[in-house]
Protein backbone atom coordinates (compact mmCIF):
# COMPACT_ATOMS: atom_id res chain seq x y z
CA UNK A 1 0.00 0.00 0.00
CA UNK A 2 2.94 2.54 -0.52
CA UNK A 3 2.11 5.62 -2.61
CA UNK A 4 3.76 9.28 -2.12
CA UNK A 5 1.46 11.51 -0.79
CA UNK A 6 3.26 15.19 -0.90
CA UNK A 7 6.17 13.65 -2.47
CA UNK A 8 6.30 11.35 0.91
CA UNK A 9 6.48 7.78 1.17
CA UNK A 10 3.18 6.31 3.07
CA UNK A 11 1.26 3.53 3.63
CA UNK A 12 -2.08 4.44 1.84
CA UNK A 13 -3.97 1.81 4.17
CA UNK A 14 -2.74 3.86 7.70
CA UNK A 15 -4.33 7.48 6.07
CA UNK A 16 -8.19 8.43 6.20
CA UNK A 17 -9.16 9.58 2.75
CA UNK A 18 -10.51 13.10 4.44
CA UNK A 19 -6.69 13.29 5.33
CA UNK A 20 -5.12 13.65 1.86
CA UNK A 21 -7.99 16.15 0.42
CA UNK A 22 -6.18 18.36 -1.61
CA UNK A 23 -2.93 16.77 -1.58
CA UNK A 24 -1.20 14.71 -4.42
CA UNK A 25 -0.75 11.09 -4.46
CA UNK A 26 1.68 8.82 -6.67
CA UNK A 27 1.15 5.23 -6.92
CA UNK A 28 3.16 2.91 -8.73
CA UNK A 29 1.38 2.84 -11.55
CA UNK A 30 1.66 6.76 -11.84
CA UNK A 31 5.32 6.45 -11.95
CA UNK A 32 5.25 5.45 -15.63
CA UNK A 33 5.32 8.73 -18.60
CA UNK A 34 2.34 7.26 -20.55
CA UNK A 35 4.04 3.84 -22.41
CA UNK A 36 7.41 4.80 -21.26
CA UNK A 37 8.57 3.27 -18.05
CA UNK A 38 10.08 5.07 -15.42
CA UNK A 39 13.78 4.46 -15.05
CA UNK A 40 13.59 2.43 -11.93
CA UNK A 41 10.58 0.38 -13.33
CA UNK A 42 13.03 0.03 -15.99
CA UNK A 43 16.46 -1.10 -14.46
CA UNK A 44 13.98 -3.36 -12.36
CA UNK A 45 13.08 -5.40 -15.16
CA UNK A 46 16.15 -5.18 -17.19
CA UNK A 47 17.92 -5.75 -13.84
CA UNK A 48 15.75 -8.82 -13.00
CA UNK A 49 15.29 -7.50 -9.77
CA UNK A 50 11.16 -8.66 -9.20
CA UNK A 51 9.63 -12.24 -8.87
CA UNK A 52 6.10 -12.79 -8.27
CA UNK A 53 5.61 -9.18 -8.63
CA UNK A 54 3.90 -8.68 -5.05
CA UNK A 55 6.36 -6.54 -3.04
CA UNK A 56 7.56 -4.68 -6.75
CA UNK A 57 4.85 -1.65 -6.17
CA UNK A 58 6.43 -1.15 -2.41
CA UNK A 59 10.25 -1.30 -3.59
CA UNK A 60 9.43 1.20 -6.46
CA UNK A 61 8.27 3.72 -4.63
CA UNK A 62 10.33 3.80 -1.44
CA UNK A 63 13.07 3.63 -4.19
CA UNK A 64 11.39 6.78 -6.00
CA UNK A 65 11.18 8.67 -2.98
CA UNK A 66 14.67 7.95 -1.88
CA UNK A 67 16.00 9.41 -5.34
CA UNK A 68 13.71 11.99 -5.12
CA UNK A 69 15.43 13.13 -2.29
CA UNK A 70 18.93 11.82 -2.36
CA UNK A 71 19.95 11.44 -6.30
CA UNK A 72 23.20 9.30 -5.59
CA UNK A 73 22.63 7.03 -2.14
CA UNK A 74 25.25 4.33 -1.22
CA UNK A 75 24.14 0.92 -1.13
CA UNK A 76 23.90 1.37 2.69
CA UNK A 77 21.02 4.20 2.68
CA UNK A 78 19.42 2.31 -0.58
CA UNK A 79 19.34 -0.95 1.63
CA UNK A 80 17.90 1.41 4.44
CA UNK A 81 15.29 2.99 2.57
CA UNK A 82 14.07 -0.01 1.31
CA UNK A 83 14.44 -1.77 4.90
CA UNK A 84 10.41 -1.48 5.35
CA UNK A 85 9.69 -3.96 2.37
CA UNK A 86 9.97 -7.18 2.38
CA UNK A 87 10.71 -10.05 -0.31
CA UNK A 88 10.09 -13.76 0.41
CA UNK A 89 11.26 -14.88 -3.30
CA UNK A 90 14.92 -13.36 -3.93
CA UNK A 91 17.31 -11.63 -2.43
CA UNK A 92 17.88 -7.78 -2.46
CA UNK A 93 21.35 -7.58 -4.39
CA UNK A 94 19.58 -7.09 -7.53
CA UNK A 95 16.98 -4.80 -6.10
CA UNK A 96 19.62 -2.77 -4.40
CA UNK A 97 21.69 -2.88 -8.15
CA UNK A 98 18.43 -1.61 -10.13
CA UNK A 99 18.21 1.21 -8.21
CA UNK A 100 21.89 1.72 -8.14
CA UNK A 101 21.37 2.08 -12.14
CA UNK A 102 18.27 4.02 -11.93
CA UNK A 103 19.90 6.91 -10.23
CA UNK A 104 23.02 6.82 -12.26
CA UNK A 105 20.58 7.38 -15.49
CA UNK A 106 18.42 9.75 -13.84
CA UNK A 107 21.41 11.63 -12.51
CA UNK A 108 22.70 11.44 -16.55
CA UNK A 109 19.50 12.88 -17.84
Known amino acids: ?3 L ?14 EVEG ?12 SELHPLQQCFL ?6 CGICTPGFLIAAKALLDRNPNPTETEIRYALAGNLCRCTGYDKIVRA ?3 AASQIREA
Open 46 to 51: EGAALQ
Open 5 to 18: LNDCLTCACLVFAP
Open 23 to 34: GTIVTVEGLANG
Open 99 to 101: VQE
Open 1 to 3: CSV
